[in-house]
């Protein structure tokens, strides 16, 4: 069974630092890039970070660059999303999604063939 598991949310202060993990199984992770996708209440789904297949290639949304790092380690079939300096409107549910290859790549979210359940971070001010 393909699935993608979320972890690693939880509730900080604004400044603090969370790391997300999204790891995959029934699949090999190797010919896959991965989005980092977040929903609030209210909102549209925003793209927040991909990272190509070899992880050569990374993209983040204007909103958390300079603040999040993702990164995957092939082997661990995981990837990860750093953030740092969080506020409180980062709060929302976080959700990996798996994109096959990586030609059209993108934050759209639109490609992507696995998603997770998600993992909610709240961010207090």
């Known amino acids: 069974e393909v699935q993608l598991v979320e972890s690693g949310g939880g509730l900080v202060q604004a400044g603090g630092s969370l790391r997300l993990s999204c790891a995959a199984s029934?699949?090999?992770?190797?010919?896959?890039?991965i989005g980092w996708f977040r929903q609030a209440p209210g909102k549209e789904r925003e793209g927040v970070s991909c990272?190509?297949?070899?992880?050569?290639?990374?993209y983040y949304a204007d909103s958390v660059k300079g603040r999040f790092t993702i990164s995957r380690d092939n082997a661990k079939n995981t990837v990860y999303l750093q953030m740092n300096s969080l506020k409180p409107e980062d709060t929302a549910v976080y959700y990996c999604?798996?994109?096959?290859?990586?030609?059209?790549?993108?934050?759209?979210?639109?490609?992507?063939?696995?998603w997770g359940q998600g993992t909610q971070v709240t961010v207090s001010s």
């Open positions: 999604a798996a994109f096959e290859g990586d030609y059209g790549l993108g934050l759209a979210g639109y490609g992507y063939d696995y």
């Open positions: 029934g699949f090999t992770l190797d010919d896959y890039a």
């Open positions: 990272i190509s297949s070899s992880g050569t290639s990374t």
